[in-house]
């Protein structure tokens, strides 16, 4: 099973990127998926989830508004569209899974698979 994050990058602050994860070795449609970011010298952040169908999604608060998360779930990937890009959001980007209900809360410790993380640099 591999998640591979891509489409990190360096980016003036304002400005927006896309980045994309994809699922190996699995059907991603049975899993919830999500977004975390890490920055140095930082705990784990929640970033943004989406619901096995597409359907539902929620966002930490530091980035609802400006993010947006979605999946294609033919094509085994989930994406997060980020835009107004701050010097904040730097940090590096992981995508990951899990297979809890619908209204679980996400958390970093209940995810069974992650990517290796994609780096996001915003110059402000």
């Known amino acids: 099973v591999q998640l591979q994050a891509s489409g990190g990058g360096l980016v003036q602050a304002g400005g927006s990127l896309r980045l994309s994860c994809v699922l190996s070795?699995?059907?991603?449609?049975?899993?919830?998926m999500g977004w975390f970011r890490q920055a140095p010298g930082k705990e784990r952040e929640f970033v943004a989830a989406?619901?096995?169908?597409?359907?539902?999604?929620w966002y930490g608060d530091s980035v609802r508004g400006r993010f947006t998360i979605s999946r294609d779930n033919a094509k085994n990937t989930v994406y997060l569209q980020m835009n107004t890009l701050i010097a904040d959001d730097t940090g590096i980007y992981y995508c990951?899974?899990?297979?809890?209900?619908?209204?679980?809360?996400?958390?970093?410790?209940?995810?069974?698979?992650w990517g290796d993380g994609t780096q996001v640099t915003v110059s402000s």
């Open positions: 989406i619901q096995r169908g597409g359907t539902g999604t």
């Open positions: 070795g699995r059907t991603l449609r049975n899993y919830r």
């Open positions: 990951a899974a899990d297979q809890l209900i619908a209204g679980a809360t996400m958390t970093a410790e209940g995810m069974i698979f």
